[in-house]
């Protein structure tokens, strides 16, 4: 929304994501409501049938069942958390790259390119599972490598360079560069688990997103298959990497999640999705062993494969839950909020992220860049000298702001008080609680100097 | 060469058997409720009690035999030796059964039994029935299998042992008998098959027919063991089939035993499409993996979709057995190249033991005392050490898993009522309240000291049953403040001097 009221990233909001995903949202709410949606799903389709396809010309007995285990893998409601966050677009990418790796078009190695730097600039690590491939990419081909290397690089560089020259010719090149990058390396990648951790995690993640079967096949198969006989096993070996890195997010820490309670992070795991097609793929089309070649060897795997999928589907089908049923939709705040109808900057959310979804649902901007304030909870050496913290109440003040949303108890949570401090001591100086009818807590603030 | 691998296989199996049986020794067997009312009611028999007469359990009789001889042979540590041995016979016959039938890995399958019998996500420790009859409805496998001149004496025998150790798990063997007992199944006349299964069936019941005439415990026991699952424990809490299958899959995933289920039940279901000499028997194996989990559809228990600390997951314990069989079932007569031979085996194998195997080390990794346990380990029981109490003087009320008070200090129940979850499952459980008239009258006879009661507020479904409890309690006893547990309440003996 920002980007369409003419907003630069990372300079008049913050955010440490790559910029793909604030465009293909700014292209989705360009063509209204449910143009995202549309969006997702002709990218599901686009990426469905190519892999459909792939399948076909490789003689798979089944070319449905790959295509069909990604869907229900992406679309499994216990790890995807709806639709359109940025590993979803990744899993398309990547699937996409890998259709393209295999194909026969003559812009191949272009177009391989080209799907990495997508993939970068919607999420970095995802970068990661692509590496494997592309070193055999350069290994194996029939063309030179200079113009195999040139090619990919040309592709790579019509995505990056109009990223770059957007940036550049709005003077937020510095702040891309420090929020889409240097952040994530100096505070998110920081926390660190023990490889115990990291495992129970995994382990538990699988188990509780009915990811286990499909990880496991893929993984027990493709480490067979280097064993028997297999027409391609360095691609073999490429795509096992390529699994294990599509996990690489959980190895990177910046978490706090512990390990029987990944919440929001369970979605870290989406991009097996692709990866575990990938490894599929590769053991059923270059398998020179009858006992993984053939209908009769593919059959039991549909089932296994898809059967705890499909059921995780059919009951979440049966049991679908109206958005407009989610608490925070219903919140007695935003039916008061929109009676106000406060305008651009009118309007700011503190530390609950929930919460943001207003400036949406009102289709207003936040007064403030930091639109959201989890790493005052996550780091301790976070906005040490509260200069953040001082940077949003100077903009708030600038725009007079009217309304925000904070609960004071979420500010326990601070890891320094004295950020906490700082902050409820502007909060008690500026603004004053209301008392919004229905709501159960006190967590709508007014500027003090509107009057009643 | 052969025959030292086939040796190697064997100990292996058999040294990887001994060594999950050791994550359950008695200093880490966790307490349960179940177990505790067994071993309660083995000292009964001890002391010349007779189970169902002179103590309540809704169990068939052999459980409480098996408790009686541990406790004869020393406690806790003989019904470890008890448990093993047999976990280790289960398994060597089931692997010399691999052998027969020229399996690949003939240990694989009997690794994955004592991996999933030993699944401690399911298993609740050591001791629980139906532990007991899956071991018995594996070696019942192994004799239907094999060639012994007993042989249907023996499955007659072995059913007969598993009816009187948890009754609803002879389901199970239903199948297998049908199909042992088809005409062209063996040149013996089914006559005389029949003749000698129910030979072996009476060899177990016969003896404790006598023995509960001869102590005129007839009555009780067909009431108690039978009488009662059927009229309570089976009827009353009903669940739809969705919420049933949800509980199912939900059990499976948590328990980790959803990669062997499916990859069993898909296997042999696509058996049926493959070419296999024994269709009929992959067909018998089904049936029976459907009926193993038979309990969990027959009601009675107050669980949810969610089962998240729930106490349940050992009704799925006989998929142990009834998956291998099944697994063996396919591997053994598949005439099909994609399931045939090392390759195809090793990997299904590594397959369904992959999970259990991670599962089994990160519990033997991060072992937790038994004496940890809340159980064993809480502000009463330090009261309860402090005064010790003897045979009569304690009674425990609402709590099933506190029964281990009774086991530690090897003492007598002054009432035939030990546990009383009914008051909180069925709303016409004691109408008249005689059950609880006799409980008090047991413990106005024994004068018995100490009353630990954990029935909170809501415990009963019926509130007079509650009120007619807490005012015998106000009567004759008085409260003993335990600061640490605000909710449990100490009764103590008003008669009694401090």
Aim: glycine share 6%.
């Amino acid at each position: 929304m920002a980007l369409l009221r003419g907003n630069v990233p990372y300079r008049d909001f913050f955010d440490h994501k790559p910029p793909m995903i604030y465009f293909i949202h700014c292209a989705g709410l360009y063509f209204g409501s449910w143009g995202l949606w549309t969006i997702n799903t002709l990218l599901a389709l686009f990426t469905t049938w190519l892999f459909f396809r792939l399948n076909k010309n490789y003689r798979l007995p089944y070319p449905w069942l790959l295509p069909l285990l990604f869907n229900l893998m992406i679309r499994n409601p216990l790890v995807n958390m709806g639709i359109n966050l940025t590993r979803e677009y990744t899993a398309f990418f990547t699937l996409l790259f890998f259709c393209v790796f295999l194909g026969r078009s003559r812009y191949r190695y272009f177009l391989l390119g080209f799907l990495s730097a997508l993939i970068f600039f919607t999420q970095q690590d995802q970068f990661l599972p692509l590496i494997p491939f592309l070193i055999y990419l350069f290994l194996n081909g029939k063309i030179p490598i200079a113009a195999r290397i040139i090619q990919v690089g040309g592709g790579m560089l019509t995505v990056i360079t109009p990223i770059l020259l957007y940036f550049a010719a709005n003077h937020s090149l510095g702040y891309f560069w420090e929020d889409a990058f240097q952040f994530n390396f100096s505070f998110y990648t920081t926390q660190k688990h023990s490889p115990d951790d990291h495992f129970r995690s995994i382990k538990y993640v699988l188990d509780a997103v009915n990811f286990e079967l499909p990880f496991m096949i893929a993984l027990i198969l493709g480490t067979a298959a280097l064993f028997m006989q297999n027409k391609k096993k360095g691609l073999l070996i490429a795509a096992l990497v390529a699994l294990i890195g599509t996990m690489s997010p959980e190895f990177m820490g910046g978490r706090v999640s512990k390990w029987n309670d990944p919440g929001y992070f369970i979605t870290y795991f989406l991009p097996l999705s692709a990866s575990v097609c990938m490894v599929l793929f590769i053991v059923f089309a270059f398998t020179e062993d009858r006992i993984l070649a053939g209908r009769k060897a593919h059959l039991p795997y549909i089932f296994l494969l898809c059967c705890s999928l499909g059921y995780t589907a059919l009951q979440h089908i049966t049991h679908l839950q109206r958005n407009t049923d989610d608490p925070i939709k219903k919140a007695p705040e935003l039916a008061w909020l929109r009676q106000q109808a406060p305008g651009d900057y009118q309007f700011y959310v503190f530390n609950n992220n929930q919460y943001i979804f207003f400036y949406n649902e009102l289709k207003i901007l936040a007064p403030s860049r930091w639109i959201y304030h989890h790493f005052w909870e996550n780091y301790e050496n976070w906005d040490p000298d509260h200069k953040i913290l001082q940077n949003i109440s100077e903009d708030l003040l600038r725009h007079r702001t009217s309304f925000v949303i904070m609960d004071p108890s979420t500010l326990s949570a601070f890891r320094n008080p004295a950020n906490r401090d700082w902050w409820l001591s502007f909060m008690n100086t500026w603004y004053e609680p209301v008392t919004v009818p229905g709501s159960t807590g006190q967590i709508l603030w007014r500027l003090k100097t509107i009057p009643q | 060469m052969n025959m030292n691998k086939q040796r190697y296989g064997l100990l292996f199996v058999l040294a990887a058997s001994v060594l999950l049986s050791l994550l359950y020794v008695p200093y880490y067997n966790i307490p349960n409720g179940d177990k505790e009312v067994y071993r309660c009611v083995g000292r009964v028999l001890l002391r010349g009690g007779v189970p169902y007469r002179d103590i309540f359990d809704h169990k068939p009789p052999l459980i409480f035999f098996l408790n009686y001889v541990a406790l004869l042979l020393g406690g806790d540590w003989a019904q470890w030796l008890i448990d093993t041995c047999l976990g280790l016979l289960a398994t060597g016959l089931f692997f010399q059964l691999g052998r027969k039938y020229r399996l690949p890995f003939p240990w694989l399958l009997p690794l994955l039994f004592n991996l999933m019998i030993r699944d401690f996500l399911m298993s609740l420790g050591m001791g629980m029935t139906r532990e007991y009859t899956t071991m018995l409805q594996l070696i019942f496998f192994c004799v239907l299998l094999g060639k012994h001149r007993y042989r249907y004496f023996l499955l007659g025998l072995l059913s007969g042992l598993i009816f009187f150790m948890q009754q609803d798990q002879v389901l199970a063997l239903v199948p297998f008998f049908v199909y042992a007992f088809l005409p062209d199944e063996d040149t013996i006349p089914v006559f005389t098959r029949i003749l000698g299964t129910a030979t072996g069936f009476l060899a177990i019941a016969a003896p404790l027919a006598l023995y509960f005439i001869v102590h005129g415990s007839m009555t009780y026991f067909w009431q108690d063991a039978f009488l009662f699952n059927m009229g309570w424990y089976t009827t009353t809490i009903k669940e739809s089939f969705g919420d049933h299958l949800r509980k199912l899959k939900t059990t499976l995933d948590k328990g980790n035993y959803e990669v062997p289920f499916m990859v069993a039940v898909i296997l042999g279901t696509c058996s049926l499409f493959f070419r296999n000499r024994k269709k009929g028997f992959i067909l018998v194996c089904l049936v029976a993996v459907i009926f193993s989990v038979i309990p969990e559809f027959l009601g009675g228990r107050d669980v949810r979709v969610n089962i998240e600390g729930m106490g349940f997951t050992h009704y799925f314990l006989p998929l142990s057995a009834t998956l291998c069989m099944l697994l063996f079932a396919v591997f053994a007569f598949t005439e099909e190249p994609v399931l045939q031979g090392r390759k195809a085996q090793a990997i299904y194998g590594i397959l369904v033991c992959a999970s259990l195997l991670y599962t089994a080390i990160q519990h033997g990794a991060h072992l937790i005392p038994a004496k940890d346990d809340d159980a064993i380990s809480n502000p009463e029981m330090d009261f309860l050490r402090q005064h010790p109490p003897a045979d009569y003087q304690l009674f425990i009320f609402g709590n099933t898993s506190a029964t281990y008070a009774y086991n530690e200090f090897n003492i007598l129940v002054p009432s035939k009522w030990i546990y009383h979850h009914f008051y909180a499952l069925y709303d016409n459980w004691d109408q008249d309240h005689s059950f609880l008239i006799s409980i008090e009258q047991d413990l106005l006879r024994h004068r018995t000291t100490y009353v630990l009661d954990y029935s909170v507020k809501h415990f009963f479904r019926d509130p007079s049953a509650g009120e007619l409890w807490h005012s015998f309690l106000e009567k004759y006893y008085q409260r003993v403040d335990l600061p640490e547990r605000p909710v449990l309440q100490i009764w103590k003996w008003k008669g009694v001097s401090e």
